[in-house]
């Protein structure tokens, strides 16, 4: 089991906004996940490492298609949306307790 570095209150709470369904994304939500990633990964996230290579194919497949869908996107729509909410999270895995994905009161 990887072990997460504890987030800030800040990161924790928009990661679990950008993963609400009721949150409608936006441009900086994207550029703010895609961020995150890449920081995490210059920063050689221990639990990033402790991933199996197919799991990170995976996150990298999301986070390029997560990067093409926001250069791409035109208008909203909730079929759009979820797609990228999904592919925000798929590239996030292993990046931040699971716990961190659900919506809290």
Same mark, same amino acid.
């Given at each position: 089991?990887?072990?997460? =570095?504890?987030?800030?209150?800040? *990161?924790?709470?928009?990661? %679990?906004?950008?993963?609400? #369904?009721? $949150?409608?994304?936006? =441009?900086?939500?994207? $550029?703010w996940v895609l961020h @995150?990633?890449?920081q995490k990964v210059a920063?050689?996230? #221990?639990? !990033? /490492?402790?991933?199996?290579? #197919? %799991?990170?194919?995976?996150?990298?497949? @999301?986070? &390029?298609?997560?990067? /093409?869908? !926001? !250069?791409? =996107?035109?208008?909203? &729509? $909730?079929?759009?949306?979820?797609?990228?909410? *999904?592919? !925000?999270?798929?590239?996030? $895995? &292993?990046?931040?307790?699971?716990?961190? @994905?659900?919506?809290? #009161?």
């Amino acid at each position: 089991m990887p072990e997460f =570095r504890p987030l800030s209150p800040e *990161t924790a709470a928009k990661i %679990r906004q950008i993963a609400d #369904p009721r $949150h409608i994304l936006c =441009r900086e939500d994207m $550029h703010w996940v895609l961020h @995150y990633v890449q920081q995490k990964v210059a920063q050689r996230e #221990p639990a !990033l /490492l402790e991933l199996s290579k #197919p %799991r990170i194919l995976l996150n990298f497949q @999301y986070f &390029g298609e997560a990067a /093409l869908l !926001l !250069l791409s =996107r035109t208008s909203s &729509g $909730h079929a759009q949306d979820e797609r990228i909410r *999904t592919c !925000l999270q798929e590239a996030m $895995h &292993g990046l931040i307790p699971p716990d961190d @994905y659900e919506d809290k #009161p």
